[in-house]
T-cell receptor
Framework: DQQVKQNSPSLSVQEGRISILNCDYT??????FLWYKKYPAEGPTFLIS?????DKNEDGRFTVFLNKSAKHLSLHIVPSQPGDSAVYFC????????????FGQGTRLTINP | NAGVTQTPKFRVLKTGQSMTLLCAQD?????MYWYRQDPGMGLRLIHY???????AKGEVPDGYNVSRLKKQNFLLGLESAAPSQTSVYFC?????????????FGNGTRLTVT
């Protein structure tokens, strides 16, 4: 029973264009949503987050969108750069609960020059 | 500033052997976690700790034990390794002072059980 699904295992985008990564969830108890980025042989690093009371959060080239009615989370990267090539995980948690994160399966993003 | 350090980085075990993975953090974080990453399954929580001397089960705790005798260290033990425990193991820590503090991850331990 997967509570979080990233349906695209991989995504290839041209440098300078927009990258859109998607995540769907089923658990209505989630109220804090995050994106982590992972390079090979390294641990995941925090990228951006959003709480359930918002529907959009921006940080430079990165914007996260939350559609609670559809239980859908997305990450937009504009413009995409070669250094953005990595695996991206969405992660979910409840404010009550020791910050235990539930992760998606990951999407491998490749930015082509 | 080392952050979260995991040792060893790689290990190969034979079925039935035991080992301990060590996680150390130098950020005075209250919360610590052990996750495993398997292809196509993302990261899954094994065990976690909300303070020195406390531990709790996560999503996939079977076959593992943990201890948090010192605040800065979180140990993950495999008493009798099985091939199904072949995975990459990540330790993480968090201040625990507010719900939106990001987790800080180590660089992982790649374990192969033959």
């Amino acid at each position: 029973d997967q509570q979080v699904k990233q349906n695209s295992p991989s995504l290839s985008v041209q440098e300078g264009r927009i990258s859109i990564l998607n995540c769907d969830y089923t658990n209505s108890m989630f109220d804090y949503f995050l994106w982590y980025k992972k390079y090979p042989a390294e641990g995941p690093t925090f990228l951006i987050s959003i709480s359930s009371i918002k529907d959009k959060n921006e940080d430079g080239r990165f914007t996260v969108f939350l559609n609670k009615s559809a239980k859908h989370l997305s990450l937009h990267i504009v413009p995409s750069q070669p250094g953005d090539s990595a695996v991206y995980f969405c992660a979910f948690t409840s404010i009550q609960g020791a910050q235990k994160l539930v992760f998606g399966q990951g999407t491998r993003l490749t930015i082509n020059p | 500033n080392a952050g979260v350090t995991q040792t060893p980085k790689f290990r190969v075990l034979k079925t039935g052997q035991s080992m301990t993975l060590l996680c150390a953090q130098d950020m005075n974080h209250e919360y610590m976690y052990w996750y495993r990453q398997d292809p196509g399954m993302g990261l899954r929580l094994i065990h976690y700790s909300v303070g020195e001397g406390t531990t709790a089960k996560g999503e996939v705790p079977d076959g593992y034990n943990v201890s948090r005798l010192k605040k800065q260290n979180f140990l993950l033990g495999l008493e009798s390794a099985a091939p199904s425990q072949t995975s990459v193991y990540f330790c993480a820590s968090s201040p625990g002072d507010r719900y939106n503090s990001p987790l800080h991850f180590g660089n992982g331990t790649r374990l192969t059980v033959t």
